[in-house]
């Protein structure tokens, strides 16, 4: 499990309720609602996209290090491989890596997709959200 260091010691976690101020949030979960993301996202003249991102999570370790990882690609601090140019008008679902970069950065398994498809969707709802103020 490559993704197990990023769980054991996660980055960008949401330290408590009150640092969510200032930030959109994205949220996903499960169709029975026993497994959740929030994604939150505000603009940030500090980070090389102009985002910072922050998560919260209840559910597997894997979602956790899926979060975690977004929230650093999301921040411009991740790999080169996944930078990307972020338009300068506020949101924009492309902003969302595709589930094979999730895949590759994270080595996920094929039973892990699910995971990072509940992130993809958690990171689309805050930009819609960013997008709609």
Request: glycine fraction near 8%; aromatic fraction near 10%; charged fraction near 15%.
């Amino acid at each position: 499990m490559p993704w197990r260091p990023r769980f054991l010691t996660p980055r960008y976690a949401l330290a408590s309720e009150a640092n969510e101020a200032g930030f959109t949030v994205g949220r996903a979960s499960t169709p029975a609602g026993d497994t959740r993301v929030a994604l939150f996202v505000a603009a940030s003249s500090d980070a090389p996209t102009g985002w910072s991102a922050r998560f919260a999570v209840f559910g597997p370790p894997v979602l956790i290090a899926c979060a975690d990882w977004v929230c650093e690609y999301l921040s411009g601090s991740a790999n080169a491989r996944c930078s990307m140019a972020f338009g300068s008008g506020g949101g924009d679902a492309a902003a969302c890596p595709s589930i094979m970069v999730f895949e590759r950065e994270l080595n996920l398994a094929a039973a892990d997709r699910f995971a990072a498809i509940m992130v993809q969707d958690a990171v689309v709802n805050a930009m819609n959200a960013i997008d709609r103020h």
